[in-house]
Antibody, heavy 119, light 109 residues
């Protein structure tokens, strides 16, 4: 079935780095824009970064520019988020999701989330 | 950069209807397009409920409906059921950036 599975979360000290992965299956990964969204404990959803289907164009939330890098490997059906210079405020559950043009950029498939704790 | 404002909480009894509003506050009028709504149960990933203001993805019951007038989008849930109790987020996609509302907690009394 269509699914996304994140991995790579964990506990890291402020200033440290972490790399998240998101593996897609059951669909043609290269057909879709992909997105990272996070949710701090007890807070709402927050867009972090998105990437076009080819991987050529990337977009970032202002507060993570220069620290986070989104990338993808369509041959491996995988999305990545390299997070450097981590701060306490980056602590959150990180979700990857598929942006579906047929749904006018609605995010119709989500992973289960991976928890990042910066402390 | 736009911001989307939602009420923090709404409530209703089983069988009733509730409406959750989502108002764009920005000087960039006209960029409030591609509105979608997400339902999130505690500890779960969000689920797409409405896209393009008022359309349903497959599998979403038509008890959920969306609309938009001016800078305010709304999600209406008719015939409330216990399983509708969740957090609901509006979302706007514009110029390759995504903005979420702060979320509304729906309580089914």
């Amino acid at each position: 079935q269509v699914q996304l599975v994140e991995s790579g979360g964990g506990l890291v000290k402020p200033g440290g780095s972490l790399s998240l992965s998101c593996a897609g299956s059951g669909f043609i990964f290269s057909d879709y824009y992909m997105i990272w969204i996070r949710q701090a404990p007890g807070k709402g959803l927050e867009w972090v970064s998105s990437i076009t289907s080819s991987g050529w164009t990337k977009f970032y939330k202002e507060s993570v520019k220069g620290r986070f890098t989104i990338s993808r490997d369509n041959a491996k059906q995988s999305l990545y988020l390299q997070m450097n210079s981590l701060r306490a405020e980056d602590t959150a559950v990180y979700y990857c999701a598929r942006l579906n043009m047929a749904y006018y950029y609605g995010m119709d498939v989500w992973g289960q989330g991976t928890t990042v704790t910066v402390s | 950069q736009s911001a989307l404002t939602q009420p923090r909480s709404v409530s209703g009894s089983p069988g009733q209807s509730v409406t959750i509003s989502c108002t764009e506050t920005s000087s960039d009028v006209g960029g409030y397009n591609y509105v979608s709504w997400y339902q999130q149960h505690p500890g779960k990933a969000p689920k797409l409920m409405i896209y393009d203001v008022s359309k349903w993805p497959s599998g979403v019951p038509d008890r959920f409906s969306g609309s938009k007038f001016g800078n305010t989008a709304s999600l209406t849930i008719s015939g409330l059921q216990a399983e509708d109790e969740a957090d609901y987020y509006c979302c706007s996609y514009s110029d390759s950036h995504v903005v979420f509302g702060g979320g509304t907690k729906l309580t089914v009394l």
